[in-house]
């Protein structure tokens, strides 16, 4: 009997259909059972419904509703009675917070202007409604500054776009029709997990997956090879494997001739980047390089999965770019199971004129700030705001210090862990202290970016609240239900802007509408026909509904590439307008040690039980992580005279984290790794690894650089065995709220 077969048999238990806001692919479809008379959620389960997620959720997920009940739940408004950073709060009303926080807008706006003002959120929820949509039109009411959310995926989303036009790519359950699947700086197991099934079903028919990575993650571990890759070069392999595919003659020549734009360019282009120039950059040997593309380039059909780790560096864009060119060059498009995914986020061309209002500018065009310098964004130096201000392509000019307008004096974070998450955490930290930053933080956990918060408002969390996801791994809209009242005096999102909004004195109808109204105007609002199935009747009915495109779905068996020129550019015309090179090329990472053997390169990919520095203060997943690390190789580690478990010194020029030490053969040489992303307040010495990421950008997009990062990493003679021993038993800071 099925969880949902046994709930419906008890009539003491509602059922209720939801889906998962986290920053994962998959945006798996639940369903919650609810007890009836006390209103308390007693299980979570996966829809076995959903075509892609079938049932299933992930270990994080699994323990939602400990997160959810967590003994530090924030269920009442805070204000801050200590210093900040000190985590000393007593409870208030929400309306003398709401009163407050208004006025003190007020009071900003009128002495700096309303660009004084700066929302800072991301993907702690990628729910439509509860993400962006009340906040964007409180923003643009007002005339805030806007940030450019950049953090995570924009160096790659944008190399993938200047070559195929929009972020399009394969079905996830065509997987299973490939004979070879390159999983391509993606942890799969990980951060993707529903792909899985769909690649153990493509194996059981004879296909081989190969993943290419800089660690030995439980997806290279579980595929039939690993080809360990320098951080930063996979850029470089791709362009090799070009090298190979057309001078060996292994190109598609028909489909390049119909469907692609620069073929001659791009095969005079990749001469020199033979297999045997590669090799040195990736670590990977030229043999190895050659018989790969041979590989990919006759094996029919052949898949590429392509994930955000690849594209955290300053060559990421390109990076992307380059892998972007394969499929098209050996005519994958043509089959089912052959093409590339990186997103499905291209596939969903929503309107959003009346989710965010942007009439309510009036006009006005602010400042954007990059989300990345949030460090220099946070400071009085012109000059370092200047720098701040967004600049994603070479054509785009950063402002004059003196035109880089008024210091931030106040700071709304939402669905975001700054402290913890944004490069530079030393600059951050140093901004979130000034004393005349007036920091306002919504929230379900009292986080290292609360701390400093003048007013912590309580969030509910997904089982409280209405929303509509949007996936970015497959084609299926989904609705979330409220399956229970929000705990104690929490709020959803929507509702806490609808109060400050009133506050404020903002009376336009759109600050009135309810969730559901907002919602069903939004799905009913759809003109373009890929929704014509995701009507609001079927969300309501069913809890999700699958875009109106063909099964299978072959975006580009026949070209129809959503390019300026109709085709695949591998010369993009856009690129040298944005003043890029048009072609394929390479773009090295800045995190170049040279002959030096005493710089590592350090990559912080996400621990497995946490989902960016969502699920960080769980008990049982934070034991299941035990405590925060750092990866070594044995020949790093003997070249430093480090011992398994000491803590170690990491550093550079920006700061230093202190971490213990884990020797491993499955990261490769030369290279550290740090999973993350954890709390600094559970961290060894109050501080996590991005003390040592940089606030510079990737060449595309003005994407974040947490893959590309130099340090130095030696003993810390002053710690004792007792003191690892404790560190090790997983024991951690905690927090008291006053």
């Known amino acids: 009997m099925s969880k949902l077969d046994k709930y419906l048999n008890d009539s003491s238990v509602r059922v209720t259909t939801g889906a998962c806001p986290h920053d994962c692919p998959d945006t798996c479809s639940w369903q919650v059972a609810v007890e009836q008379e006390s209103g308390r959620a007693i299980d979570i389960w996966g829809h076995e419904g959903q075509p892609v997620t079938q049932g299933r959720l992930c270990g994080k997920v699994d323990r939602y509703l400990e997160r959810t009940y967590h003994r530090e739940r924030l269920v009442t408004p805070l204000r801050r009675v200590g210093a900040k950073g000190s985590s000393a709060f007593v409870a208030v009303s929400w309306e003398e917070a709401i009163t407050a926080i208004a006025a003190r807008l007020k009071a900003t706006i009128a002495a700096h202007g309303a660009e004084a003002v700066l929302p800072y959120s991301y993907a702690g929820t990628m729910g439509l409604l509860q993400g962006e949509g009340m906040a964007m039109r409180f923003f643009n009411r007002m005339g805030a500054s806007d940030l450019a959310r950049t953090i995570c995926s924009e160096a790659g989303f944008e190399g993938y776009q200047y070559t195929m036009g929009r972020a399009i790519g394969m079905e996830t359950q065509d997987y299973a029709h490939a004979q070879l699947i390159l999983i391509w700086g993606s942890n799969t197991l990980t951060s993707n997990q529903h792909l899985w099934p769909f690649v153990q079903e493509a194996r059981k028919n004879g296909a081989r997956v190969v993943v290419i990575d800089p660690a030995r993650t439980r997806t290279a571990r579980a595929a039939d090879e690993w080809l360990p890759i320098r951080p930063g070069s996979d850029g470089a392999l791709a362009l090799a494997m070009m090298q190979v595919i057309i001078s060996e003659g292994l190109h598609d020549a028909e489909y390049v001739e119909r469907y692609t734009e620069g073929f001659e360019a791009l095969a005079e282009r990749v001469q020199g980047y033979t297999p045997e120039w590669a090799a040195p ?67 969903f061309p929503f309107d959003r004129t009346m989710l965010y209002h942007p009439e309510l500018l009036a006009g006005r065009k602010p400042r954007t700030f990059n989300m990345n310098r949030l460090g220099d964004a946070l400071t009085h130096d012109a000059a370092r705001l200047a720098q701040a201000h967004h600049h994603p392509r070479p054509v785009d000019p950063i402002p004059a210090p003196e035109e880089a307008g008024p210091p931030v004096h106040a700071l709304i974070v939402y669905n975001c862990n700054p402290a913890a998450v944004a490069p530079d955490q030393g600059a951050v930290v140093t901004g979130l202290r000034r004393e005349d930053l007036f920091t306002v933080v919504l929230e379900q956990f009292q986080t290292d970016t609360a701390d400093y918060a003048d007013y912590v408002l309580p969030a509910t969390t997904q089982l409280e609240h209405w929303d509509l996801l949007k996936p970015y791994g497959h084609l299926f809209v989904a609705l979330n239900r409220p399956a229970i009242a929000p705990l104690g005096q929490s709020l959803p999102n929507s509702e806490i802007f609808r109060r400050l909004a009133t506050a404020m004195g903002y009376e336009e109808p759109c600050f009135q509408q309810s969730d559901v109204e907002l919602l069903e105007e939004f799905v009913r609002g759809q003109q373009n026909p890929v929704f014509a199935t995701v009507t609001w009747e079927t969300l309501l009915e069913q809890g999700f509904a699958r875009l109106n495109l063909p099964q299978p779905f072959l975006p580009f068996a026949e070209g129809n590439f959503p390019t300026p020129s109709g085709r695949c550019e591998f010369y993009s015309t856009r690129l040298a307008e944005d003043g890029y090179d048009p072609l394929p090329a390479w773009v090295p990472p800045s995190a170049d040690a040279g002959d030096s053997d005493s ?140």
């Open 281 to 347: 950059l990736t670590g990977i040997s030229a043999e190895r390089i050659r018989a790969l593309a041979r590989e990919y380039a006759t094996t029919r059909p052949a898949a590429i999965r392509v994930n955000y780790g690849m594209q955290r560096h300053a060559g990421g864009g390109m990076a992307m770019r380059n892998v972007t060119c394969l499929p098209a060059l050996v005519g994958a498009w043509r089959a089912q199971g052959g093409g590339i995914q990186l997103s499905s986020s291209g596939s």
């Open 599 to 738: 710089w590592l390169q350090c990559i912080s990919p996400p621990a497995h039980s946490f989902l960016n520095s969502t699920f960080v203060n769980v008990d049982r997943l934070q034991a299941r992580e035990k405590h925060p690390m750092l990866w070594v190789h044995p020949r790093d580690a003997a070249a430093r005279n480090l011992a398994e478990g000491e803590i170690v010194r990491v550093w550079n020029e920006l700061g230093e984290v202190e971490l213990p030490c884990h020797i491993t053969e499955e990261i490769i040489a030369g290279t550290v790794l740090a999973p993350g992303v954890w709390w600094a307040k559970f961290s060894p010495d109050g501080r996590n690894i991005n003390q040592v990421t940089p606030q510079d950008e990737a060449d595309m997009g003005a994407g974040a650089l947490f893959y590309d990062v130099l340090v130095r990493v030696e003993k810390r003679e002053s710690v004792g065995a007792e003191e690892r021993r404790s560190v090790g038993a997983g024991e951690q800071k905690r927090i008291a709220i006053g």
